[in-house]
């Protein structure tokens, strides 16, 4: 059975860094591409970045770019995302998914972590 | 950057009736397209990929269509279970994606 399962979420003031993770159970891990997506609380979805199945290729949403590194260890299967410079804009609930291989929709979603950023 | 314009923002609508759902890209994406259902406090549920392909499990009440610019999501007969929030998504270029602003479906 496929499992995604996110951690690292919590409250931290603007301008501070979080590093969230993701562990993958079920699958080949090292086989797929690897989203972010976040939720705003009462909004829509936002893509934030992708990154290849070896890591060699990472892209982000303009509004996380420069701020946010995704990264990921495959033979921990497990994917990462750090997050820099954080803004109130930020908090949002984060979920980690699988893209499907052969056209890049998602398979399988995490249950999300959730990212407050507040004073 | 490619944006996805989904119609109606929220729809009400009662159990056994036919409801369509609307999305447009800014500029042609092919059949790159995918619908996901949400529910509250869930994550999103993949129900169609590549415009009009259904998602193993999913069922045959829920349909896709269209290519290029203009897509729809069709729910034949509408179940007390398809009461959700529903989103397009775009994965035309290899860089990014992006949703669609959401339709919550409501009952009438």
């Known amino acids: 059975e496929v499992q995604l399962v996110e951690s690292g979420g919590v409250v931290v003031q603007p301008g501070g860094s979080l590093r969230l993770s993701c562990a993958a159970s079920g699958f080949t891990f090292d086989d797929y591409t690897m989203h972010w997506v976040r939720q705003a609380p009462g909004k829509g979805l936002e893509w934030v970045s992708l990154?290849?199945?070896?890591?060699?290729?990472?892209y982000y949403a303009d509004s996380v770019k420069g701020r946010f590194t995704i990264s990921r260890d495959n033979s921990k299967n497990s994917l990462y995302l750090q997050m820099n410079s954080l803004r109130t804009e930020d908090t949002a609930l984060y979920y980690c998914?699988?893209?499907?291989?052969?056209?890049?929709?998602?398979?399988?979603w995490g249950q999300g972590t959730l990212v407050t950023v507040s004073s | 950057d490619i944006q996805m314009t989904q119609s109606p923002s929220t729809l009400s609508a009662s159990v056994g009736d036919r409801v369509t759902i609307t999305c447009r890209a800014s500029?042609?994406?092919?059949?790159?397209l995918a619908w996901y259902q949400q529910k509250p406090g869930k994550a999103p549920k993949l129900l169609i990929y590549?415009?009009?392909s259904l998602e193993s499990g999913v069922p045959s009440r829920f349909s896709g269509s269209g290519s290029g610019t203009e897509f729809t999501l069709t729910i034949s007969s509408l179940q007390p279970d398809d009461f959700a929030t529903y989103y397009c998504q775009q994965y035309n270029s290899y860089s990014g994606s992006t949703f669609g602003g959401g339709t919550k479906v409501e009952i009438k």
């Open positions: 998914a699988k893209a499907e291989p052969s056209d890049s929709s998602y398979d399988y």
């Open positions: 990154i290849s199945w070896d890591g060699g290729s990472t």
């Open positions: 500029q042609s994406i092919s059949s790159w």
């Open positions: 590549k415009a009009s």
